[in-house]
C-alpha cells in the first residue's frame, strides 16, 4: 500500500499570505492525485485531480504541483473561508490512500 | 443536480453486519466509478472500498478485505456496501462518493454521510 504522509499537520498562516502545503508519497504515483478540502461538519471537497487540474468551480488561488512523489497545493492568497483541512489522495494504485490531513489555521 | 444519499448506518453490536445504500441521481451513474470513505470522530479520511463502471475492477482497504463487499446496481443507479463482522474500530461516517471517470481519478461529489457506530 502507497504511504501519503502530509507534514506539518497544522500550518498557522495569516489571510492574504501564501500557503504551501506539501504531501509525499512512499513511492511514484505518477500525477494521479487529488486534493480535497473538508470544513467542519462537511463532507470533503475536490479540489485538485491529475495533480494540477482544478477542479469544476474551484477558485484560481488554488493550484496544484508536483509529479512521482513530491506534491505541493498552493493557495496563492488566503481568504478566511480557506481555513479547513486538506487532504491529498493517491489514486495510481489499489487500495486508494489518503494523506493524514493538514490544518490551515488564522495565525 | 448531483445527489447521492447515503443510509443503512445506525448502532451495530460487534460481529455483527449492517448494509450500506447509496442512491444517485442527477447524473449518468454507469458512466462512473464509485467509492465507499469513511472517517472516525475526529479523524481523517479512508478510503474503503470503490467500484469501476461496470464492476469490472473493485478494490479494498487492508483494514477491510474479506469482511465488506462493494457492489452497484447501474438499473437502479444504487451503490451498497455489504459489511459483515464488524468490529469497534470501524465505527465511522461512512461517504458514498462519485469519481471524476470511469475508472479512478478523484471523488468530485459527496454524499453527507451515514453514520455506523459499532458498540456493545
Known amino acids: 500500500e502507497i504511504v501519503m504522509t502530509q507534514s506539518p499537520a497544522t500550518l498557522s498562516v495569516s489571510p492574504g499570505e501564501r500557503a504551501n502545503l506539501p504531501c509525499r508519497a512512499s513511492q511514484s504515483v505518477s500525477s494521479n492525485l487529488a486534493w480535497y478540502q473538508q470544513k467542519r461538519g462537511q463532507a470533503p471537497r475536490l479540489l485538485i485531480y491529475?495533480?494540477?487540474t482544478r477542479a469544476t468551480g474551484i477558485p484560481a488561488r488554488f493550484s496544484g504541483s508536483g509529479s512521482g512523489t513530491e506534491f505541493t497545493l498552493t493557495i496563492s492568497s488566503l481568504q478566511s473561508e480557506d481555513f479547513a483541512v486538506y487532504y491529498c489522495?493517491?489514486?495510481?494504485?489499489?487500495?486508494?490512500?489518503f494523506g493524514g490531513g493538514t490544518k490551515v489555521e488564522i495565525k | 443536480e448531483v445527489q447521492l444519499v447515503e443510509s443503512g448506518g445506525g448502532l451495530v453490536q460487534p460481529g455483527r453486519s449492517l448494509r450500506l445504500s447509496c442512491a444517485a441521481s442527477g447524473f449518468t451513474f454507469d458512466d462512473y466509478a464509485m467509492h465507499w470513505v469513511r472517517q472516525a470522530p475526529g479523524k481523517g479520511l479512508e478510503w474503503v472500498s470503490g467500484?469501476?463502471?461496470?464492476?469490472?475492477?473493485?478494490g479494498y482497504a487492508a483494514s477491510v478485505k474479506g469482511r465488506f463487499t462493494i457492489s452497484r446496481d447501474n438499473a437502479r443507479n444504487s451503490l451498497y456496501l455489504q459489511m459483515n463482522s464488524l468490529r469497534p474500530e470501524d465505527t465511522a461516517l461512512y461517504y458514498c462518493?462519485?469519481?471524476?471517470?470511469?475508472?479512478?481519478?478523484?471523488?468530485?461529489?459527496w454524499g453527507q454521510g451515514t453514520l455506523v457506530t459499532v458498540s456493545s
Open positions: 462518493a462519485k469519481d471524476v471517470t470511469f475508472d479512478s481519478s478523484g471523488n468530485d461529489y
Open positions: 467500484i469501476t463502471w461496470n464492476s469490472g475492477s473493485i
Open positions: 489522495q493517491q489514486y495510481n494504485n489499489w487500495p486508494l490512500t
Open positions: 491529475g495533480a494540477s
